[in-house]
């Protein structure tokens, strides 16, 4: 990343530290940090190490099973933050004595109100590499404000030491993706599709292969038995959307993601419901035509796009063979549609 890069980003994030500052929640309780005495200061700044610290603990436990390359690197991070409260710990009781009192980022005006996103599993690289740049840039302004307002000589060169140290750290969470060798970055890539096949296209695709095929014999088997439409559609719509609440229960109760990584049991229900009631609907619509004839060719037609798209989804992302997957599709529809056709005219 070039200089003029880094600038940007960096008003970009000044801009971003400003405008969450103003709607903090907290303000109208908060202190200045104008009003602030160089004891409480200090005391201020053992408390942003540790949190950073901890933070960064935090990110490199949320990472290390499946990107143990960043997860190393938040480790180094938060290790340095444990020296620099060492120091602010060592510098205040030698001016303050042992004592060191509460107060935190939320006392203080001008913070930014973190969001505890760190304590969800599991965690989005992205957004763990730009909280980290934010963080950073936070406490080197932090250090810069507090050097303008300490007039002890001791403590002006800590806070200094530390704030070129934090401009150091800055530089590193800015090129967290550039320390990344392509080896370790397409080990990510890969991790995180096995994440997107687990949490989102295996239910996913469970939901639309169940909508799509097992509500092919009541709706097909009501067409034929009245040969008419609004009454297929009818028994479409209850069937999708009934089948789309079962499945979406049955997915989310199924288990809660901690054993098998399979992320939040919500989450995960509500894809595969809507899945489900998206692979019925989709061949019921077509009966909201009144002419029988019609709805059921144009149903037809989107029968087959649903199984060609159930079968391409089980390539793309199950790595199953392209012809293999349509066979099992093809079969199984073919068999269901004709159950319910078969039904419907009995």
């Given at each position: 990343m070039d200089g003029g890069g880094k600038s940007c980003r960096g008003q970009y994030l000044n801009r971003n530290l400003e405008t969450e500052s103003r709607i903090s929640t907290l303000v109208g309780m908060a202190r200045n940090f104008k009003d602030l005495t160089e004891r409480e200061i200090l005391a201020l700044a053992v408390s942003l190490e540790e949190e950073?610290?901890?933070v960064y603990a935090d990110f490199a436990d949320?990472?290390?099973e499946?990107?143990?390359a960043t997860a190393k690197l938040f480790d180094d991070m938060g290790a340095e933050e444990s020296g620099h409260r060492a120091s602010l710990i060592a510098t205040y009781r030698e001016r303050f004595g042992e004592h060191i009192p509460l107060i935190r980022r939320q006392d203080v005006k001008g913070f930014v109100q973190r969001r505890p996103f760190w304590l969800t599993r599991p965690l989005?690289?992205?957004?763990?590499?730009?909280?980290?740049e934010i963080m950073e840039l936070e406490t080197r302004q932090f250090y810069q404000k507090a050097i303008g307002q300490v007039t002890d000589a001791g403590i002006r060169k800590l806070l200094g030491d530390l704030e070129e140290v934090e401009r150091k750290h800055q530089a590193t969470a800015e090129a967290l993706e550039e320390k990344i060798t392509p080896d370790v970055e397409k080990k990510e890539e890969e991790a995180q599709r096995r994440l997107?096949?687990?949490q989102i296209v295996q239910p996913g695709l469970a939901g639309l292969m169940d909508g799509s095929v097992s509500t092919l014999a009541p709706v097909f088997a009501a067409a034929f038995a009245t040969r008419n439409s609004h009454d297929a559609f009818l028994v479409g719509l209850a069937a999708s959307i009934g089948a789309g609440i079962?499945?979406?229960?049955?997915?989310?109760l199924s288990d809660?993601?901690?054993?098998t990584g399979r992320g939040r049991p919500v989450l995960r229900g509500a894809v595969t419901g809507l899945m489900t009631a998206a692979g019925g609907i989709g061949h019921t619509l077509p009966f909201l035509l009144t002419n029988f004839h019609v709805a059921f060719i144009a149903a037809v037609i989107i029968v087959a796009a649903?199984?060609?798209t159930i079968a391409w989804i089980r390539n793309r992302y199950m790595d199953t063979p392209l012809l293999s997957a349509a066979f099992q599709v093809v079969v199984g529809g073919v068999l269901v549609f004709a159950v319910g056709i078969w039904i419907g005219s009995s």
């Amino acid at each position: 990343m070039d200089g003029g890069g880094k600038s940007c980003r960096g008003q970009y994030l000044n801009r971003n530290l400003e405008t969450e500052s103003r709607i903090s929640t907290l303000v109208g309780m908060a202190r200045n940090f104008k009003d602030l005495t160089e004891r409480e200061i200090l005391a201020l700044a053992v408390s942003l190490e540790e949190e950073d610290g901890r933070v960064y603990a935090d990110f490199a436990d949320g990472l290390r099973e499946t990107y143990p390359a960043t997860a190393k690197l938040f480790d180094d991070m938060g290790a340095e933050e444990s020296g620099h409260r060492a120091s602010l710990i060592a510098t205040y009781r030698e001016r303050f004595g042992e004592h060191i009192p509460l107060i935190r980022r939320q006392d203080v005006k001008g913070f930014v109100q973190r969001r505890p996103f760190w304590l969800t599993r599991p965690l989005k690289i992205s957004e763990v590499r730009k909280q980290a740049e934010i963080m950073e840039l936070e406490t080197r302004q932090f250090y810069q404000k507090a050097i303008g307002q300490v007039t002890d000589a001791g403590i002006r060169k800590l806070l200094g030491d530390l704030e070129e140290v934090e401009r150091k750290h800055q530089a590193t969470a800015e090129a967290l993706e550039e320390k990344i060798t392509p080896d370790v970055e397409k080990k990510e890539e890969e991790a995180q599709r096995r994440l997107f096949v687990l949490q989102i296209v295996q239910p996913g695709l469970a939901g639309l292969m169940d909508g799509s095929v097992s509500t092919l014999a009541p709706v097909f088997a009501a067409a034929f038995a009245t040969r008419n439409s609004h009454d297929a559609f009818l028994v479409g719509l209850a069937a999708s959307i009934g089948a789309g609440i079962s499945m979406a229960f049955a997915e989310a109760l199924s288990d809660d993601g901690s054993l098998t990584g399979r992320g939040r049991p919500v989450l995960r229900g509500a894809v595969t419901g809507l899945m489900t009631a998206a692979g019925g609907i989709g061949h019921t619509l077509p009966f909201l035509l009144t002419n029988f004839h019609v709805a059921f060719i144009a149903a037809v037609i989107i029968v087959a796009a649903e199984l060609a798209t159930i079968a391409w989804i089980r390539n793309r992302y199950m790595d199953t063979p392209l012809l293999s997957a349509a066979f099992q599709v093809v079969v199984g529809g073919v068999l269901v549609f004709a159950v319910g056709i078969w039904i419907g005219s009995s």
